[in-house]
């Protein structure tokens, strides 16, 4: 029923025929606060009502976690969904009819995206080919190789591998089939020299379709068969692909963890179909990253029961076990309910990884050691002490500490405080020492990675900025913008100009007409963070096919286009009596003078570099700078005598 495409028509229908606060109060007990409605949200472990409903824009935004969006996110990120499948639960649930047939692609997954697929699919249709059945040298290379690794027989048909031959071919193969140059880059199976030219992107490497949860191929890895760097080459992140939130080999695994209740994580593809093909087949793999949020958030749709992380002997697999540990929150613990996620690790044995420990010691020793994964706290804490030398008082003092930072997530939990008990005995120290230095632990606050890996690690109300969660009086702050340096010092300035960024692109979003009657504004505006200028395009691309969206629908495209997007866009800040009308003019003018500001100020660097200017250059620039500043300051000063500027 997933298969196909559902029309703008269709997706419409859905949204009208199911409103949003009802869909929440069949969750969780909703309240209602003036005109919105307020509840614990369920997509993380609430304990007081955070999340906002707005029943008129048909949003809802939640200031504890910062996820947001329109009625088809929440199912997605509640249940762990692609958008597809969320448009046809809803329709089942409002008992609409709507049509999932095979013909052109409409709607929010946007027809473009759906030619961007055509390629993957028709690209791994290839790849497929011409390792089965190219007489070439390369292709019995390639069949040489998988052979080599077990991965012979049936297993390249179960699993489409394939052989990329390089030189142009699939270039040439998929402009015979009608797909324009730029297609095939915006996919990443092909790529423009500096000439120009269009070339193949994977040459002479086994490739390893990446598939959707659906099974659609959306990207690729490819495995170089000899000597040669890098060994594997993934694709980039495209308007399909975004690696932190895909897992190989889920699409054939997600039927066995929804009947074991358990999903298992592997590292490569090969340990990946390895496992699966020896009869482990819950098992999926990362990307060449860690694992994240999001990965953890759809592995707990499909297995109920537990996530184990299967880690490589060698030593970077026991860095990952270290990254892993980030992952230790409140989610872990009793209290979590039924929101608790059981997130389980182990460690194989004599530097081994999972194929080699298949082919070595059977599927059955591994099956064990998966039954005996500890849960990630034990595993962590058992990391931490075994680092040390408890037969010193030197190594029982270091290991006591360490070991408790493994705990500052969650100190405040009974849970927390069993573990540091444990710890006391293992260490020889008393437990009224330990748990007095459990309690004088700062527990740190996580933001996710919106790329990569799994959580920064940021204090105080650095992370509720980065994060974007906010109380209901404070507009939406960035600490950690895109384009700064990680790690840089962000001034008050700068905070407070990403601040006003995302309070009018917040604006414009819940208030399209607005937005279009200042398409000058997104479009002139020199934005300091490059997600906000990400977002501006894509508002004004929408702008140009929809002019008539409504605020739910423009939030939906632009969330589909960059999945970040949809947290900011749904939250809310006091603008006291204003006008939507109003507040745009005030905060389009406040970025316009930050903007002229900038200018000035580049400006009078390049007139203290006298030596690079002729006598006559440098009058003219001077003049310039003169002009420019008095407009400047003529303008901030109307602008600050504006009923909307902060009273000092």
Partial sequence: MADGFISDEDIQKVREANDIVAVFSERVPVKQRGRDFWCCCPIHSDKNPSCKIDPALQLWHCFGCGEGGDIFAFIMKADGLTFRESVVKLAERAHVSISLGSGKPTGADGSYKARLKAVCKEAADFYHLQLMRSASDGAAK????????????????????????????????????????????????????????????????????????????????????????????????????????????????????????????????????????????????????????????????????????????????????????????????????????????????????????????????????????????????????????????????????????????????????????????????????????????????????????????????????????????????????????????VSASEINRRRFERQLLCLFAQNPTVALASCSTLAQTKWHDALHGRIADAMLEYFTEHPDCKAAQLISAIQNEIPEAGNMLTASFETSDATPESLAAFLSEELAIGDLDDTVAELRAQLKDVNALSAEEYDQLFQTVVVLQKDLTERRKAHQASSLAPSN
């Avoid at 799994?454 to 209901?472: D, F, H, I, P, R």
Wanted: glycine share 8%.
């Fill in 142 to 489: 390639a069949r040489a190789y998988l052979s080599g690794r077990s991965l012979g027989g049936q297993i390249p048909k179960t699993w489409n591998l394939g052989y990329a031959p390089g030189g142009g071919t699939l270039v040439r193969h998929l402009t015979q089939k009608g797909f324009s140059a730029k297609e095939m880059i915006d996919a990443n199976v092909a790529v423009s020299g500096r000439d120009n030219k269009v070339r193949d992107r994977f040459y002479e490497r086994v490739m390893f379709p990446i598939c959707d949860v659906q099974g659609e191929p959306i990207a690729f890895g490819g495995r170089i068969m000899g000597q040669g760097q890098p060994k594997y080459l993934n694709s980039q992140e495209t308007p399909i692909f975004h690696k932190s939130t895909v897992l190989y080999g889920l699409h054939l695994a997600k039927s066995a963890m929804a009947s074991t209740g358990v999903a298992i994580v592997v590292e490569g593809y090969t340990d990946a179909i390895a496992l699966s093909e020896a009869g482990v087949k819950n098992v999926v793999a990362t990307l060449g990253t860690a694992l994240t949020m999001q990965h953890i958030r759809t592995l707990s749709s499909h297995a109920k029961n537990k996530i184990v992380y299967l880690f490589d002997g060698d030593e970077a697999g026991q860095r990952a076990a270290d990254r892993a540990l980030s992952f230790i929150d409140s989610s872990m613990t009793p209290e979590a309910g039924r929101k608790r996620i059981d997130l389980c690790a182990v460690t194989l044995p004599d530097d081994l990884d999972p194929a080699d420990f298949v082919s070595q010691r059977g599927v059955e020793e591994l099956r064990a050691l998966i039954d005996g994964a500890k849960p990630l706290l034990s595993y962590g804490i058992e990391r931490r002490l075994s680092a040390h030398d408890l037969s010193r008082a030197e190594g029982r003092a270091a290991a006591v500490a360490e070991a408790l930072q493994v705990l500052a997530p969650i100190k405040d939990s009974l849970l927390a405080k069993d573990y540091a008990i444990q710890i006391a005995s293992r260490t020889r120290t008393r437990e009224e020492d330990v748990l007095a230095q459990l309690a004088r632990l700062k527990a740190p606050r996580f933001v996710e990675n919106r790329d990569l890996d799994s959580k920064k690690q940021v204090k105080g109300n650095e992370a509720n900025q980065a994060s974007g969660a906010m109380t209901e009086s404070q507009a939406p702050v960035r600490a950690s913008a895109q384009g700064v340096r990680e790690g840089a010092q």
